[in-house]
Protein backbone atom coordinates (compact mmCIF):
# COMPACT_ATOMS: atom_id res chain seq x y z
CA UNK A 1 0.00 0.00 0.00
CA UNK A 2 2.67 2.73 0.75
CA UNK A 3 3.92 1.92 -2.92
CA UNK A 4 0.91 3.75 -4.38
CA UNK A 5 -0.12 5.55 -1.22
CA UNK A 6 -0.14 9.97 -0.63
CA UNK A 7 2.15 9.72 2.08
CA UNK A 8 2.01 12.92 3.59
CA UNK A 9 -1.25 13.49 5.88
CA UNK A 10 -3.05 17.04 5.43
CA UNK A 11 -5.24 17.86 8.21
CA UNK A 12 -8.19 20.95 8.62
CA UNK A 13 -9.48 21.63 12.21
CA UNK A 14 -13.15 20.31 12.61
CA UNK A 15 -14.52 24.18 12.83
CA UNK A 16 -12.09 25.71 9.48
CA UNK A 17 -14.82 27.64 7.28
CA UNK A 18 -14.79 25.73 3.68
CA UNK A 19 -12.92 28.67 2.47
CA UNK A 20 -9.79 27.71 4.31
CA UNK A 21 -9.99 23.63 4.21
CA UNK A 22 -10.07 24.75 0.06
CA UNK A 23 -7.00 26.83 0.63
CA UNK A 24 -5.13 24.04 2.38
CA UNK A 25 -6.00 21.60 -0.19
CA UNK A 26 -5.17 23.58 -3.12
CA UNK A 27 -1.61 24.36 -1.66
CA UNK A 28 -1.16 21.00 -0.59
CA UNK A 29 -1.84 20.19 -4.48
CA UNK A 30 -4.43 17.27 -2.98
CA UNK A 31 -7.94 16.35 -3.48
CA UNK A 32 -8.61 15.28 -0.20
CA UNK A 33 -7.95 16.18 3.40
CA UNK A 34 -8.40 14.93 6.96
CA UNK A 35 -10.54 16.50 9.57
CA UNK A 36 -9.22 16.73 13.23
CA UNK A 37 -11.30 17.59 16.14
CA UNK A 38 -9.91 20.15 18.47
CA UNK A 39 -8.18 17.68 20.72
CA UNK A 40 -5.56 16.80 17.26
CA UNK A 41 -7.60 13.09 17.01
CA UNK A 42 -8.85 13.07 13.03
CA UNK A 43 -12.60 12.50 12.75
CA UNK A 44 -13.52 12.89 9.14
CA UNK A 45 -12.33 13.19 5.71
CA UNK A 46 -13.17 16.25 2.85
CA UNK A 47 -12.67 15.10 -0.42
CA UNK A 48 -12.77 17.83 -3.28
CA UNK A 49 -16.41 16.83 -4.38
CA UNK A 50 -17.78 17.77 -1.02
CA UNK A 51 -16.11 21.48 -1.78
CA UNK A 52 -17.43 21.63 -5.67
CA UNK A 53 -21.56 19.74 -3.91
CA UNK A 54 -21.30 22.83 -1.56
CA UNK A 55 -20.68 25.24 -4.37
CA UNK A 56 -23.14 23.86 -7.12
CA UNK A 57 -25.42 23.75 -4.31
CA UNK A 58 -24.63 27.40 -4.28
CA UNK A 59 -24.59 27.07 -0.64
CA UNK A 60 -22.39 29.95 1.64
CA UNK A 61 -18.93 28.41 2.13
CA UNK A 62 -18.10 31.02 4.66
CA UNK A 63 -20.85 29.55 6.57
CA UNK A 64 -19.88 26.49 6.63
CA UNK A 65 -17.39 24.24 8.39
CA UNK A 66 -15.17 21.30 8.05
CA UNK A 67 -17.60 19.78 10.09
CA UNK A 68 -20.88 20.22 8.10
CA UNK A 69 -18.71 18.66 4.63
CA UNK A 70 -16.82 15.85 6.01
CA UNK A 71 -17.47 12.56 5.40
CA UNK A 72 -17.67 9.87 8.82
CA UNK A 73 -16.99 7.61 9.72
CA UNK A 74 -13.17 7.30 7.79
CA UNK A 75 -13.03 3.48 6.14
CA UNK A 76 -9.46 2.82 6.82
CA UNK A 77 -6.71 -0.47 5.12
CA UNK A 78 -3.70 -1.51 7.27
CA UNK A 79 -0.41 -0.21 4.96
CA UNK A 80 0.85 -3.68 4.87
CA UNK A 81 -2.85 -4.81 3.53
CA UNK A 82 -3.54 -6.61 -0.14
CA UNK A 83 -4.20 -4.22 -2.98
CA UNK A 84 -7.21 -6.91 -3.10
CA UNK A 85 -8.34 -5.57 0.45
CA UNK A 86 -8.18 -2.51 -0.46
CA UNK A 87 -10.42 -3.31 -3.69
CA UNK A 88 -12.95 -4.75 -1.92
CA UNK A 89 -13.01 -1.92 0.95
CA UNK A 90 -13.93 0.20 -2.21
CA UNK A 91 -16.17 -1.71 -3.50
CA UNK A 92 -17.87 -2.55 0.11
CA UNK A 93 -18.12 1.15 0.93
CA UNK A 94 -18.19 3.14 -2.65
CA UNK A 95 -15.94 5.92 -0.85
CA UNK A 96 -13.14 6.95 -3.46
CA UNK A 97 -10.24 7.66 -0.31
CA UNK A 98 -9.38 5.46 1.92
CA UNK A 99 -6.92 6.08 5.37
CA UNK A 100 -3.79 4.19 5.46
CA UNK A 101 -3.17 3.23 8.85
CA UNK A 102 -0.09 1.67 10.65
CA UNK A 103 -1.72 0.54 13.86
CA UNK A 104 -3.74 3.44 15.51
CA UNK A 105 -2.13 5.73 13.54
CA UNK A 106 -3.12 7.68 9.44
CA UNK A 107 -0.10 7.57 7.59
CA UNK A 108 -0.86 8.28 4.29
CA UNK A 109 -4.17 8.43 1.97
CA UNK A 110 -5.32 5.95 -0.57
CA UNK A 111 -7.85 7.01 -3.55
CA UNK A 112 -9.55 4.52 -5.73
CA UNK A 113 -8.75 6.01 -8.67
CA UNK A 114 -4.89 5.20 -8.31
CA UNK A 115 -5.73 1.61 -7.08
CA UNK A 116 -7.92 1.52 -10.51
CA UNK A 117 -4.56 2.59 -12.63
CA UNK A 118 -2.25 1.03 -10.53
CA UNK A 119 -4.17 -2.11 -10.76
CA UNK A 120 -4.71 -1.78 -14.68
CA UNK A 121 -1.06 -1.04 -15.04
CA UNK A 122 -0.13 -4.29 -13.24
CA UNK A 123 -2.82 -5.87 -15.32
CA UNK A 124 -1.07 -5.00 -18.90
CA UNK A 125 2.33 -5.74 -17.49
CA UNK A 126 1.79 -9.35 -17.34
CA UNK A 127 -0.10 -9.51 -20.71
CA UNK A 128 3.47 -8.06 -22.21
CA UNK A 129 5.67 -10.57 -20.51
Same mark, same amino acid.
Given at each position: ????? &? ?19 ? *? ?34 ? &???? &? *? ?6 ? +???? =? ?20 ? =??? +????? !? ?15 ? !? !? &?
Amino acid at each position: MNDIA &RPNVITCKVTDDVPTVAKKMV *DAEVGSIFVEDLNGKIIGLITDGQVFRLVADREDPN &RKTA &R *DIMVTPIH +KVEK =DASLKEAWEIFQKTGYKRLAVT =DGD +KIVGV !LSRKILQRFMRYTRAKL !L !L &R
